[in-house]
C-alpha cells in the first residue's frame, strides 16, 4: 500500500473525508476508464493514459468491455446503458416507427372508404332504394368487419408490455475491505 493509499484510509476512517470507491473498466478499444461510485448519470468519468494521467473522458459515445454503452458530455457521464437495454430502446423504437407507419396507412384507408361510402350513399341513375341500401349495408358490414378486426390488433399491441424488465449491470470489479488490524500493519510498515 502506498503512503497516499494509508492516508487516505486513516482519513476515512477518521471520518474526515467520505471515502472515495473507484470503478475502473476498459473499453473495447482497450483504454482504460475509472469512475467514483455508481456509473449512472452525472457521474465525472476519467480516462487513463498509457503514462497513467487521469483525464476527464472525451465527450462521445463508449462501450465497455461487458456491453455498456456510455455517453459522455464535458467528462460526466449523460446516460448508462447495458447492451441489453440499448438494443430493447431501439427495438421499441423501430416497432413505434413500423406502427405509426401502419396508423397512417389505416387512415387513409378509412378515407378512402368514408369517400366511397358518400359516393355510394347518393342515389344512382337506374337503382331502387332497396338496391342502394342493399349495397350500402354490405359495404358497411364490410368496412365495421375489417375495422373490428384492426381494433382486435391494435389492442393485442397494447395489452403487451412495453419493454422487458433489465437487470442491473454486474460488473467482474471486487471491492477490497481494509481490516483494522490491516491498516495497523500497513501503518506500522510506512513509519519502518
Known amino acids: 500500500m502506498t503512503r497516499k493509499e494509508a492516508f487516505t484510509k486513516i482519513t476515512e476512517l477518521l471520518g474526515l473525508k467520505e471515502p472515495q470507491k473507484f470503478e475502473q473498466a476498459k473499453t473495447t478499444e482497450g483504454v482504460v476508464v475509472v469512475w467514483d461510485g455508481e456509473l449512472g448519470t452525472g457521474t465525472p468519468l476519467f480516462v487513463i493514459d498509457e503514462a497513467g494521467t487521469q483525464q476527464a473522458a472525451p465527450d462521445g459515445e463508449h462501450t465497455l468491455e461487458d456491453g455498456t454503452v456510455v455517453t459522455t458530455a464535458g467528462g460526466l457521464v449523460v446516460t448508462a446503458e447495458p447492451k441489453e437495454q440499448k438494443e430493447e430502446v431501439e427495438a421499441e423504437v423501430?416497432?413505434?416507427g413500423e406502427l405509426e407507419m401502419l396508423v397512417e396507412k389505416l387512415a387513409a384507408k378509412v378515407a378512402d372508404f368514408e369517400t366511397k361510402i358518400e359516393e355510394m350513399s347518393k342515389k344512382p341513375e337506374g337503382m331502387s332504394s332497396d338496391e342502394v341500401e342493399a349495397k350500402l349495408s354490405a359495404i358497411t358490414e364490410t368496412v365495421e368487419s375489417k375495422f373490428t378486426a384492426i381494433k382486435e390488433v391494435v389492442e393485442s399491441i397494447a395489452a403487451e408490455p412495453a419493454s422487458?424488465?433489465?437487470?442491473?449491470?454486474?460488473?467482474a470489479f471486487s471491492k477490497s475491505s481494509t481490516t483494522i488490524e490491516e491498516?495497523?500493519?500497513?501503518?506500522k510498515k510506512i513509519k519502518e
Open 164 to 171: 422487458v424488465p433489465v437487470e442491473p449491470v454486474k460488473t
Open 94 to 96: 423501430e416497432m413505434a
Open 183 to 187: 491498516l495497523y500493519k500497513n501503518i
